[in-house]
């Protein structure tokens, strides 16, 4: 299956390429529909997020979606936004490929770690990336500005 010449990793630029990850993209955020995610995709671009795909022959079964951040506890690395592997392709190995393909691609140009989140209640996701090397690190928070109250009302 991770022969050379059936199977690569690249980035996805192109309009088509884009449209060809939408259906895979939006297993994983399945609250964004098509207009949303192009116009919120668009933006990402602009701020330096890169998006890329693994193929099995002309079939694309997985995306990745990064940016290159620097930070005073990580210093420069890789902060992996999006990683999905379509449905019925997963436990093929393809996130796995992807994710040694970011590993790569991350060291040679300098960075220092490659970081993700993960929803709490993605379990099987967690064994997945404690299996490929990833260690549990910090908890991430969020404050919703629509909807939160304000610390001391």
Known sequence: MDDATTTDVREL????????????LRELRDHLDRAEMEVTHERMREEGYLLFGR????ELVAVAGITVDTNFYLG?????????TTESRRSEGHGSA?????????S??????VELESGLWREE?????????????CYSFKYDLDHGSRVGD
């Open 125 to 137: 996701a967690h064994r997945f990336y404690e299996e490929v090397g990833y260690e549990k690190y």
């Open 76 to 84: 420069k690395h890789v902060f992996v936004h999006d990683l999905v």
């Open 108 to 113: 040679d140009r300098d960075c220092e770690t």
């Open 13 to 24: 630029t192109t309009g088509p390429e884009f449209e060809a990850a939408y259906p895979i």
């Open 55 to 58: 193929y099995d022959g002309s």
């Open 98 to 106: 992807l994710l040694s393909f970011l590993h790569e691609w991350a």
